[in-house]
């Protein structure tokens, strides 16, 4: 029987997850199908239940599901228990499923990708508070890092910096951007406002870098900004291969590689735009 993988989200429809997974399924000659599938933010427990009776058995989770998909799971891994956030879930023996989080691994793979270089000493501003702001200071937090946290509510990112710096990382508003990214070596946009055709304020960066994990029409007019202002600008289409290849694994068992289909990719958004 056909096994059903896919992304679950609201939207979804923009997704790069598909064409990226059915590369790989292709390639590695499984009888699979990856899917883009809308789930309505009330929808998902209910959804997720009726694909696993249907022979799914593996999901990436976005926007709004991810603490969603952290109740649904038997299972956490250790990072999806401290982010408090899934991202990838993987049906296990007994129609149980095990919630894993690998934005944090793929943000990661996708600054060395990029050359980024992070050391304990590196000041790193990081734009929102949700699950992948949440996985990106667990990351650098494994590396010593204390981010600066900022929000629209900047609450939520005090919560954060306790959750997972144990209070060292400094918070604050969205409105302080100008000012934190200043003295930062790398800033790192989280929130969705590309979506809606919003970009955020920064000052000249020479010599520092910006990395939007959006990717495509979405980040393209914050990308040109951050780049009109000196900076070294980065989209998130390095970390959605990276963190899709450790989500492939994780169902598979096989490691799939990254520079082609990253490469088909930007073709893709080019050809698209």
């Known amino acids: 029987m056909t096994k059903i993988f896919g992304v ?21 000659g499984i009888d699979a199908d ?47 228990k401290a982010i408090g956030a899934v991202n990838t879930l993987t049906l296990r023996p007994n129609t149980q499923w095990e919630g894993h989080n690998t934005d944090a ?19 790193i501003t ?16 494994l590396v010593g890092v204390s981010p600066t946290i900022l929000n629209r509510t900047p609450e ?40 809606f055709n919003q970009v955020i304020d920064l000052p000249p960066g020479s010599g520092k870098t910006f990395v939007d994990i959006s990717y495509g029409g979405a980040a393209s007019n914050q990308i040109d900004l951050a780049k009109g202002n000196g900076w ?14 450790r989500s492939f694994c994780h169902w598979t068992e096989i490691t799939p590689p990254t520079d082609e289909i990253e490469k088909l990719c930007r073709e893709k958004l080019r050809m698209s735009q």
């Open 126 to 141: 990081i734009i929102g508070a949700g699950g992948a702001a949440r996985a990106i200071v667990y990351a650098l937090a």
């Open 34 to 80: 990856y899917k883009a599938i809308r789930v309505l933010r009330d929808d998902f427990r209910k959804t997720l239940d009726e694909l696993s009776n249907r022979s799914g058995v593996g999901f990436n989770v976005t926007l709004p599901h991810k603490v969603a998909a952290f109740n649904a799971s038997h299972h956490l891994t250790k990072s999806a």
């Open 156 to 195: 939520n990112a005090k919560q954060l910096s306790l959750d997972l710096t144990q209070g060292k990382s400094a918070y604050g508003s969205i409105d302080q951007v100008p000012i934190f990214a200043e003295g930062s070596d790398i800033v790192v946009n989280t929130v969705s406002s590309g979506h």
């Open 232 to 245: 070294s600008a980065v989209d998130g289409l390095s970390m959605l291969v990276a963190q899709a290849a």
């Open 8 to 28: 679950l989200g609201d939207p979804v429809s923009h997704s790069l997850s598909p064409f990226i997974h059915n590369y790989w399924i292709e390639s590695a």
């Open 105 to 123: 691994e793929g943000f990661m793979d996708a600054l060395q990708r990029h050359d980024i270089a992070v050391t304990a000493d590196t000041k």
